[in-house]
């Protein structure tokens, strides 16, 4: 009887795009914001060089994500959609737990209790880092 249920609820593919278009947007909003790169405003002391890279990498993931999204309803290029969403969901991760560190917590569970957004988003990009365009 259950499976009878379960077998009548519509299946819908699609679901990975209502988590990739917010971290589409918040990337992006994110980016923008520090746009153009100074260092001057950095939250902490970073060079240059490391400043620019979280910069052009949240731009670059959120671009990277719809990109990679897109590319991958095409049937034949699905696949350099699911590298790129991959990448892209790297890069997020790699962003927010250098944004985590930096941050400097006591512990563990504080990051967990009490940095929810940054756990959020680096949940997110591991999501796709992991599982890529695959429904």
């Not at 890069?91 to 967990?112: L, R």
């Amino acid at each position: 009887m259950l499976k009878n249920i379960v077998n009548k609820i519509p299946e819908f593919c699609m679901t990975h795009w209502l988590l990739r278009i917010p971290l589409i947007v918040v990337f992006l909003q994110q980016g923008m914001d520090k746009w153009p790169i100074d260092v001057n405003d950095s939250p902490v002391e970073l060079t240059l060089l490391v400043w620019s890279v979280v910069v052009l990498g949240e731009l670059g993931a959120a671009v990277g994500l719809l990109v990679g999204g897109i590319i991958g309803l095409q049937k034949y290029w699905n696949e350099l959609g699911d590298i790129i969403t991959r990448f892209s969901g790297i890069t997020i991760a790699s962003i927010m737990t250098g944004v985590i560190w930096t941050g400097e917590p006591e512990s563990f569970t504080d990051v967990i209790l009490y940095d929810h957004f940054h756990v959020l988003l680096w949940v997110g990009g591991m999501y796709f880092a992991l599982r890529g365009n695959r429904t």
